[in-house]
């Protein structure tokens, strides 16, 4: 876990939550890994990477207990989970567009330009992925032929959610990327869409997201990003 910029204090009893990276961040992992029950009150945040909820509780000064989520069929992995129960915070994150039974209905979020690219790495180490690797195909052909490959993928149930990504993504960023479907055979019982940024503009979003070595982030997916940051 790399944290080591100071936790920004957030009062669980205050309706008024000011946006900063460490909050944009959590939200990032709260839409792609986490959820909100019907009650009105309760936030989970689960994930099969104890380090990230150790990231997550970080960013939001929490202090509760991180606990062993109950079997599902659904996972073969042990799978942790922290579970927050604040009717204040549930209702702000309702007023920036994040609900119970968000996996299809998401949409466009009130995220603040200043700390979308926070949000953004957050939901990449909820849900999205970076990949490198070396492409030796044409090798065979001639050894000068191997190219460097870089992906930077961001993924989600709702079309409209990926859509409002990548639109503002192109807003704030000036690159485009594709969006293409990902079908249920391959992913479950439903379809996902996945935004991808190939080689030349994921060199250019990388260094927005990682914007500094300090920020909150897996460390397995930063260390793959991390030949492609200006500070490297």
Not at 126 to 144: F, P, Q, T, W
Not at 179 to 202: C, Q, V, W
Request: include cysteine; glycine fraction near 4%; proline fraction near 4%.
């Amino acid at each position: 876990m790399r944290v080591q910029v100071p936790p920004l204090a957030l009062s669980m009893k205050d309706v008024s939550f000011v946006w900063n990276s460490n909050i944009a961040y959590a939200i990032g992992l709260l839409v792609t890994d986490g959820s909100l029950s019907n009650d009105g009150r309760h936030i989970i945040f689960t994930s099969k990477d104890y380090n990230l909820l150790l990231v997550f509780a970080y960013c939001l000064n929490l202090k509760g207990k991180i606990c062993i989520n109950s079997p599902s069929a659904l996972s073969k992995h042990t799978v942790y989970k922290i579970q927050i129960s604040n009717v204040a915070l549930y209702r702000w994150l309702n007023s920036i567009g994040v609900y119970s039974q968000k996996t299809f209905t998401i949409s466009k979020l009130q995220i603040p330009d200043d700390v979308f690219c926070d949000f953004l790495r957050g939901h990449i180490d909820g849900d999205g992925s970076i990949v490198y690797y070396k492409d030796r195909y044409l090798a065979r052909k001639n050894e000068a032929y191997i190219y460097d490959r870089l992906f930077v993928y961001f993924l989600s149930a709702s079309k409209k959610h990926i859509q409002w990504i990548q639109q503002s993504i192109q807003r704030l960023y000036f690159i485009r990327g594709s969006i293409n479907i990902l079908p249920h055979k391959s992913t479950g019982k439903h379809d996902m869409y996945r935004l991808k940024f190939s080689t030349k503009e994921a060199k250019i979003l990388l260094p927005k997201l990682y914007w500094n070595a300090s920020v909150p982030c897996l460390q397995r997916k930063f260390i793959i990003a991390k030949p492609y940051l200006p500070y490297n």
